[in-house]
C-alpha cells in the first residue's frame, strides 16, 4: 500500500462499511468464541451522536471505527476494525487520530474504550497512542475478558 489513508465520517449504510462491521463481528467470535458480544449493525450506528470513521486507500474502504457521543464531556471509540491486507500500513493509527480529531470537533475532553484482552493488536495500537487503564463506564460492567482505557483529547 502506497497511497495515503483518508479518515471521514461516512454513512454507515454502505456495503463496504458493513463488510467492514461484519469482519469486526467475525474477529469478536473468533477471539472470545465463549464470551457475551454485541454484534453491531449498521443501522444502529446511523443515529445523530454517533460518527463512523471510514478510513479509504484508492477509495477502497479498508478501516472504521465509531466515535460516540456520551454527553459527559466523553466520546466512546468502538469497533476499530483494519482489513486484513491494510494491517501493518498504519490505518489503524490514522484511525485513532481521526478518532481524536472528531473528538475535539466535538468538545470532548477524554476518550474512553472497552478493548478484550485477547486483542494484543489493538492492545498494542491503543498503548502506542498514550491509552491508559481505568475502570469499567456504562453500559459495561467487568468482565475478565474486557479491558477499559482512556486517554485525554489532545489538545
Do not use: W
Not at 465463549?34 to 478501516?63: K, M, Q, T, Y
Not at 472504521?64 to 468502538?78: F, Q
Not at 469497533?79 to 484511525?95: C, N, T
Amino acid at each position: 500500500m502506497t497511497t495515503a489513508v483518508t479518515i471521514r465520517v461516512e454513512t454507515p449504510l454502505q456495503d463496504d462499511v458493513s463488510a467492514l462491521l461484519s469482519l469486526a463481528d467475525a474477529v469478536a467470535a473468533r477471539l472470545y468464541p465463549d464470551a457475551p458480544r454485541r454484534p453491531i449493525a449498521p443501522g444502529s450506528l446511523a443515529v445523530p451522536g454517533n460518527h463512523l470513521l471510514v478510513a479509504r486507500v484508492a477509495g477502497e474502504a479498508v478501516g472504521l471505527c465509531a466515535v460516540i457521543e456520551r454527553g459527559d464531556g466523553m466520546v466512546e471509540l468502538k469497533r476499530l476494525i483494519v482489513a486484513a491486507q491494510a494491517s501493518g500500513h498504519g490505518v489503524g493509527s490514522a484511525l485513532v487520530q481521526g478518532a481524536e480529531a472528531q473528538a475535539r470537533r466535538l468538545g470532548a475532553r477524554t476518550i474512553v474504550l472497552e478493548v478484550g484482552i485477547r486483542n494484543d493488536e489493538a492492545r498494542a495500537l491503543y498503548r502506542r497512542a498514550g491509552f491508559t487503564p481505568r475502570g469499567p463506564f456504562p453500559p459495561y460492567r467487568a468482565l475478565p475478558v474486557s479491558l477499559f482505557l482512556e486517554r485525554a483529547v489532545p489538545a
